[in-house]
Every structure is written in structure tokens, then in C-alpha cells.
């Protein structure tokens, strides 16, 4: 059983920063990639940042050059680095890993980030 362990979210202003952490646990097969989902209320779940096994990232449009995603191996966890935060961040944070083959995606539980204006 993998479970994945978020924490780091809050409450805080616009232009503030927040730093997110996502750990894996249980039964861990090959981490494929590990990324950050996010969605707010009445929109679809969308992709923010990825980071490959191999260490290459993918940002949203919206959060380039604002968000930072990194990883330690050995820990098996994720971090979320958001700097310059916007009120339209606003939303509920979800981990997310691919593992395995043939892949299997793991989701954590949420953790909610609010930006006040």
C-alpha cells in the first residue's frame, strides 16, 4: 500500500510564499515521476509542476518562474516551493506519483493553500 503524506499548506497573503511537502510511504516500487495537482472550487483539477525521475520539471504556464518543484530521493518526498503567491493560487494542493510498470498513479489527500488579497 502507497500512501503519500502532504503538508506545508495554509493561509497567507498575496506576494507571500508557502513551501509544500509531499512524502511517500508503504510498499514503494520505482517512482516514475512525483508532481503537484491543484484545484479550486468548481474547476477541473489541474497539472501545476512534475519532476521525472531523471530530474526534468514541467511547470504550468501560470506558475512559471513563481514555483519551484524539487525532490529528495532518498526521503521519497516532493516539495512545492511557491513564491510571489496570487489570490487565484487558491485552491486545494494534491500530490501525485507515478509508479511502476506498467504505472499506477498514487494521489495524497490535499492540502489546502488560500491567498488572501
Known amino acids: 500500500q502507497v500512501q503519500l503524506v502532504e503538508s506545508g499548506g495554509g493561509l497567507v497573503q498575496a506576494g507571500g510564499s508557502l513551501r509544500l511537502s509531499c512524502t511517500a510511504s508503504?510498499?514503494?516500487?520505482?517512482?516514475?515521476?512525483m508532481g503537484w495537482y491543484r484545484q479550486a472550487p468548481g474547476k477541473q483539477r489541474e497539472l501545476v509542476a512534475a519532476?521525472?525521475?531523471?530530474?526534468?520539471?514541467n511547470y504550468a504556464d501560470s506558475v512559471k518562474g513563481r514555483f519551484t518543484i524539487s525532490r529528495d530521493t532518498a526521503k521519497r518526498t516532493v516539495y512545492l516551493q511557491m513564491n510571489s503567491l496570487k489570490p487565484e493560487d487558491t485552491a486545494v494542493y494534491y500530490c501525485n506519483a507515478e509508479m511502476g510498470r506498467p504505472p499506477k498513479t498514487y494521489w495524497g489527500q490535499g492540502t489546502q493553500v488560500t491567498v488572501s488579497s
Open positions: 508503504g510498499i514503494i516500487f520505482r517512482i516514475n515521476a
Open positions: 519532476i521525472t525521475s531523471g530530474g526534468t520539471t
